[in-house]
């Protein structure tokens, strides 16, 4: 031990009797060990503290890498577009509706009698019907109303009739569609070339 590190020590030692007694002020030697303490203290916090930090840090990188999007996925597969069921359901009435009707089919005279009428035919729904055409394809009575066909309607020859080809009644097999509040058709596949147009009127002549 040097001459240095005695003194060092002996001051330090008369330092401490001097706290012990309290009757000296602390030296300058005490001091300064007290201070190196504390400044080791700070270092070790602060490298406790940056050592914290530098965690997160990690844990907040590797988070982010595995929540983030794969920037090698196509946008379109990203972000895929769903179809809600009312859509589908939108969809499927506007195609229903956007549908071309079913075809009507040849008809013919059914021997139990004429087809039954509907009391309130729906607008667009075609009822079967056998226009009687003794006195002319001119008026026709259906759903409790008169309806007269708008220009001339030409007849093919052996017509049908109730008891066969020709036999009285004439009678058009077909079908009937109310079109609006007065207007009507009448259509005949394999009878009629054209539908028929028609229109609701108060009266019509005896022979009609």
């Not at 050592?51 to 929540?67: E, K, N, P, Q, T």
């Not at 359901?89 to 229903?96: E, K, P």
């Not at 009822?127 to 220009?151: E, K, M, N, T």
């Not at 058709?185 to 022979?207: K, Q, S, T």
Request: with cysteine; proline share 11%; aromatic share 6%.
């Amino acid at each position: 031990m040097n001459d240095f590190e005695g003194r060092e020590q002996e001051e330090l030692r008369s330092g401490l009797r001097g706290l012990a007694d309290q009757q000296v002020p602390v030296p300058a030697p005490v001091r300064e060990v007290v201070e190196r303490g504390r400044r080791r203290r700070r270092v070790r916090v602060a490298g406790a503290v940056t050592a914290v930090v530098a965690c997160a840090v990690v844990v907040g990188v590797l988070s982010g890498s595995r929540s983030a999007p794969d920037e090698r996925r196509p946008a379109s597969a990203a972000a895929e577009p769903t179809v809600s069921a009312t859509a589908s359901a939108s969809a499927s009435a506007s195609a229903s509706a956007s549908a071309p009707a079913a075809a009507l089919v040849r008809r013919e005279v059914d021997p139990a009698g004429p087809p039954a009428q509907p009391g309130s035919p729906v607008l667009g729904q075609a009822y079967p019907f056998d226009w009687g055409v003794h006195c002319g394809a001119r008026y026709l009575w259906f759903s409790g109303r008169i309806w007269q066909a708008q220009g001339e309607v030409s007849l093919p020859p052996g017509l049908p009739g109730v008891h066969g080809p020709n036999s009285a009644p004439l009678v058009v097999p077909g079908y009937v569609t109310v079109t609006g509040a007065d207007t009507a058709r009448f259509e005949a596949p394999g009878y009629l070339r054209e539908p028929a147009a028609l229109r609701a009127v108060a009266d019509a002549p005896l022979c009609a």
